[in-house]
């Protein structure tokens, strides 16, 4: 299988699909790798290094593309300005590519694509499950980002980052603050913290805030308590009451913080205003902003998205390509995440000609989220993701339902994430999806045998009091009433202990058992009560016996969990 | 004491019992827990002795007194490695005291309001409950103290015969049911005594041949299920004597076996049928691949020095503890190796497999003992794709838990049980005291794997080596 990998042509890109390390691998997964002349000269990747790798160095672009089974690139396809040509005309009919797509408003190369039967791989739609995580290129280039609006406040501010105490003066540190924790939040929380500043960190979901605490950040809370977990690492939208707590928070932080750094992001919307006018010029002169949120919009209010302008005296930094500004790192992650994800495929034989369906009836997550066109047909979005999917978006029904290669217009309030540039902002690598799923299903799990065996149980005495009541000859309607009233006690108990137990963390089965075991020894109760009676009579007697072994378990039991117990620490 | 306060103290000793278990399910409030489920006990105990229907106090308290007595002997002297022999032999006497109540109730027939046949079926179901835990119990005692052979007894037909013993048993209830001659008609036996004697011995049968079947293997599972046992044990006694507190705790402990035994089964890829019923342990003797197979090559033998320059050049370690850790004591040794390591900056974890030992947890409350931190000790969802990155895996007396064989071999019996997957560190080390096969009678191919290397030696001494020859100057 051919595989291909162009120059990125996009004015601001510096990125490359392939490094000569994935090269490499890609070989040894059976891949017949070419690459495009001068593909990583932005990337500091000679050419000689790719072929010394084993990829075939192609001077023509326009015979790459054409030659190619297998496209990888870093941003959509788009039109090579060098050629004059749409990249998606160049290749040939029927060809993969794998690339960030940003489905949700690209609908004129899907449109495109689709009439030349292209089958399309989108990297930003791989679902942030736990096994998808190496081929997580968000989280890879988020990371980048995070990393690289940090050197970018740095750069436009007028201080150290760590407090100093000089013989010509005390320098205090700076104040950074970061709102939106996810991937990009962390990392640049992470950098900050590692160049001495004073680091704080917002986020509505409250599941991050550990993860904040962890990169030694100060986490910022308002009274309001509502969380914004939406689902797929991203945030929702937050009621009025929590967005006006929101602002007051951020209007006396901004008196008080040098820099901010803003990354949040919904999905398939324009980025939220949170830093505004106001904010800014509340800040000291000589205060940065960051955001990174300027491809869709901008966290703040005053961004202009691909510069550096000064408003009030705070320098608003909106750069769109922080991660070609780590061209070579952002190139070897984003490769690695592709040569994992081609590993995942199964590599070059089982990619090849009829096998091409990337396994798509196999019900793997990973293809059903990534895939956008299978042979030009939609199959975007997948039916049923744990994301907030950008469907939910006003205006944006589902492309799905209109049929293949036909879209509705993209509306403008709803721009989305989608755009010229592969720049993701905040994602938390998931957990939250993946572990509220597994959660729900162990607990229906959990469920079903014991009400079956409740039903079962049911059943049975129902039938045991039917014989009973036809063959004694008694009055029925008693006995019966006074099982019930015991079979009902039973029954609750059973659910109570059922849910109770489910919770204990393995490392106390033990100890659980032998505290169990001391309570069943309530059986003694039975024992005393057949206590009643001449000193010598068989009732009196097995019940003192029975009393008397029930004790040993009793004192046994609690007293063997106590020492058991006492030997745990942390 | 009136009806309604006896009543009262019965809902305040169930919530104390519910709260106990709850407490139970983390480290941290365990303590709390357990000292929950003894006031329960004392209050209940208390309201039950102040009750109307109480005589001869000074045998009851003699007995009470005798019992603490023996109960708090056996809690100090035991030894944490015999924890499971402990748990299995207190679950017979629950067993035993259950049989016990239920002859007494039978004979006494009285002080229970409404119906006889009603009565005297709720003694059977509590004698043949109790009958079962009982005998059961006293074999898996025999078969973790190893007086009784680890090999499952697997009589010919022996479903057959559990079903007719069941069925007997069965039919034996319905003649007692129907027993309703009048009390002590000649002075003697209520009636039907011989069918509930009879009842109590086949019952008792049932149970021990239950057990005997059962592999070694499924030791954790067995006193789990017997652990379940006898709370249904308490729970049928209380529907015989219509105390609701015995039957609520009894539910509690039945249901919370239940669980621990559904875990366990889980964590083996087995069903708990088939663990009930027995048969596992001497699995077909390899009759999927016809004669056993050679071994795919040789085992490569280490010695302590070259280990202990392996551990001290690594910086990710990870203990994989099995029984023979418990069988050698070696769980001091092994926590001084960790102390060992940790001052030359290596950092060293424990992997647990769920069913490692003879019993739910076993290796967390050796660990525990020789005061091994518990944040240290992963379980295996935690830690199994941390091998890949870890220098040196010591597998110290475990065997099926680590077996590849279990992910690829599908004649093997233990085909698709979860394992540690510890072949995929750089290096694994396997200390064992001889190269016999594990408790399943399984051979292991993760021996003759290249990365692997064995030490034979018992694990204490084995460990107390390793120690010396870590803290050693590097030569």
């Not at chain 1, 489905?103 to 089958?119: M, Y």
């Not at chain 1, 409740?454 to 006995?479: I, N, R």
């Not at chain 2, 033998?301 to 050049?313: F, G, P, S, W, Y």
Request: charged share 15%; glycine share 10%.
């Amino acid at each position: 299988m051919r595989l291909a990998v162009p120059k990125e042509s996009h004015p601001r890109e510096r990125r490359v699909a392939a490094t000569p390390d994935s090269v490499r691998k890609l070989v040894a997964l059976g891949f017949d790798v070419a690459v495009e002349a001068g593909c990583g000269a932005g990337a500091c990747l000679p050419d000689a290094a790719y072929s010394a790798a084993g990829a075939r160095l192609e001077a023509d672009p326009v015979r790459l593309y054409a030659d190619a089974d297998l496209l990888l690139k870093v941003r959509p396809l788009h039109d090579r300005p060098d050629l004059g040509r749409h990249e998606g005309d160049l290749l040939r009919t029927g060809a993969t590519v794998v690339s960030f797509v940003w489905p949700a408003g690209a609908h004129a190369l899907l449109d495109r694509l689709a009439q030349r039967g292209i089958t399309l791989f989108s990297m930003d739609q791989i679902p942030r499950i736990t096994r998808a995580q190496k081929m997580d290129a968000l989280s890879s280039m988020a990371n980048i980002a995070g990393y690289r609006a940090v050197i970018e406040a740095a750069h436009q501010f007028g201080s150290f980052f760590t407090g100093q105490i000089t013989a010509a003066g005390k320098i205090a540190p700076a104040k950074v603050l970061v709102i939106g924790a996810g991937v990009a939040g962390l990392a640049a929380l992470g950098a900050a913290k590692g160049m001495g500043a004073v680091v704080r960190a917002f986020d509505t979901r409250a599941a991050v805030r550990d993860q904040v605490k962890s990169m030694g950040a100060e986490f910022l809370e308002v009274t309001v308590t509502e969380d914004g977990e939406g689902g797929g690492g991203y945030a929702r939208e937050m009621s009025p009451a929590f967005i006006a707590a929101e602002m007051a928070l951020f209007r006396a932080q901004a008196r008080e913080v040098d820099i901010v750094i803003t990354t949040a992001l919904i999905p398939g919307r324009p980025a939220p205003k949170l830093w505004l006018a106001d904010m800014v010029e509340a800040m000291k002169p000589g205060s940065v902003v960051v955001d990174l949120a300027a491809e869709a919009g901008g966290n703040c209010e005053l961004t202009v998205p691909d510069e550096a302008v000064v408003r009030h005296g705070v320098t608003i930094v909106g750069f769109t390509d922080l991660t070609s500004r780590l061209a070579t790192t952002a190139s070897q992650l984003y490769a690695q995440n592709l040569v994992h994800l081609l590993t995942d495929f199964g590599g070059a034989q089982a990619m090849d000609a009829d096998a091409r369906d990337f396994r798509l009836n196999g019900d793997d997550d990973v293809v059903r989220g990534g895939l956008v066109l299978r042979r030009g047909e939609l199959v975007w979005p997948p039916a049923a993701r744990p994301a907030p999917s950008p469907e939910s978006a006003p205006a944006s029904t589902s492309p799905a339902a209109t049929g293949a290669g036909s879209f509705p217009a993209a509306s403008p309030a709803a721009p989305a994430l989608t755009s010229k540039l592969g720049v993701p902002t905040i994602q938390v690598v998931d957990e939250v999806p993946a572990s509220a799923r597994l959660a729900r299903d162990t607990s229906s799990a959990r469920q079903s045998p014991l009400t079956w065996a409740m039903v079962g149980l049911t059943v049975v005495a129902w039938l045991a009091l039917h014989y009973a009541a036809g063959h004694t000859g008694e009055d029925p309607s008693k006995a019966t009433a006074l099982f019930l009233e015991r079979f009902t006690v039973f029954v609750l108990a059973c659910f109570v202990g059922w849910q109770v137990v489910w919770n204990v963390t393995p490392a106390l089965h033990t100890p659980l058992m032998s505290v169990t075991n001391a309570i069943s020894g309530i059986i003694l109760l039975g024992g005393i009560l057949h206590t009643n009676g001449p000193p010598g009579a068989a009732p009196v007697v097995l019940g003192v016996v029975a009393v008397w072994l029930a004790t040993i378990n009793v004192a046994g039991g609690f007293l063997v969990t106590r020492r058991m117990l006492r030997m745990f620490r942390k | 004491m009136s009806e309604a306060f006896l009543s009262l103290a019965w809902v305040v000793a169930g919530v104390l019992f519910i709260s106990s278990l709850r407490g139970l399910s983390h480290p941290e409030t365990a303590r709390r827990g357990n000292g929950y489920g003894m006031v329960g006990m004392l209050i209940a105990v208390a309201a039950a002795m102040t009750a109307g229907e109480v005589g001869n106090f000074g045998m009851l308290v003699a007995a009470i007194g005798a019992g603490s007595a023996i109960g708090a002997q056996l809690a100090r002297s035991v030894a944490m490695t015999a924890m499971p022999e402990l748990v299995a032999i207190l679950h017979s006497f629950v067993g035993l005291a259950a049989v016990l109540v239920g002859f007494a109730s039978y004979l006494a027939q009285d002080a229970h309001e409404g119906s006889h046949a009603l009565l005297l079926g709720e003694i059977a179901l509590d004698v043949l409950v109790g009958s079962i835990t009982f005998t059961g119990s006293v074999i898996a005692f025999g078969k973790l103290r190893g007086s009784l052979s680890g090999r499952p007894l697997l009589l010919p037909g022996r479903h057959a015969l559990n079903a007719l013993a069941a069925l007997l048993c069965l039919g034996l209830a319905v003649v007692l049911v129907r027993a309703t001659e009048p009390v002590g008609m000649a002075g003697d036996l209520p009636g039907g005594f011989g069918a509930l004697l009879a009842m109590t011995l086949i019952a008792g049968a049932l149970g021990a041949h239950l057990v005997l079947a059962i592999g070694g293997a499924d030791m954790p599972v067995v006193v789990s299920m017997l652990n379940s046992y006898s709370g249904w044990t308490a729970s049928a006694a209380g529907f015989m004597l219509g105390n609701d507190l015995l039957i609520i705790t009894g539910a509690l402990v039945g249901s919370s076996g239940a669980i621990l035994s559904h875990i366990m089964c889980r964590a083996m890829n087995r069903s708990l049928a088939s663990v009930i019923f027995g048969g596992f342990g001497a699995a077909p003797p390899k009759s999927a691949s016809g004669t056993p197979q050679p071994p795919p090559g040789d085992v490569v033998e280490t010695t302590v020095e070259e280990l202990a320059a392996e551990l001290r050049a690594g910086t990710e370690v990870v203990i994989v503890p099995g029984y023979g850790m418990a069988v050698a004591r070696a769980q001091h040794a092994v926590r001084q190796l960790v102390d060992a390591l940790k001052e030359r900056g290596v950092r060293t974890r424990f992997a647990i497999h769920p069913v490692a030992g003879r019993l739910p947890g076993h290796m967390n409350v050796l660990l525990a003992e020789a005061a091994v931190p518990y944040d240290l000790v992963l379980e295996m969802d935690e830690i199994n794709h941390d091998f890949p990155t870890t220098d040196v895996v010591l597998v110290i007396g475990a065997n099926d838990i680590v077996n590849p064989a279990a992910q690829t071999d599908t004649a093997s019996p233990i085909y698709g049980m979860p394992v540690l997957e510890v072949w995929k560190a750089r290096r694994t080390v396997v200390v064992k005291r001889s190269r016999g096969a594990g408790y399943a009678g399984i051979d292991n191919p993760l021996f003759y794997h290249g990365n692997t290397r064995m030490l034979f030696a018992d694990a204490k001494d084995g460990m107390e080596k390793l120690v010396a020859a870590v803290q050693a100057p590097a030569a």
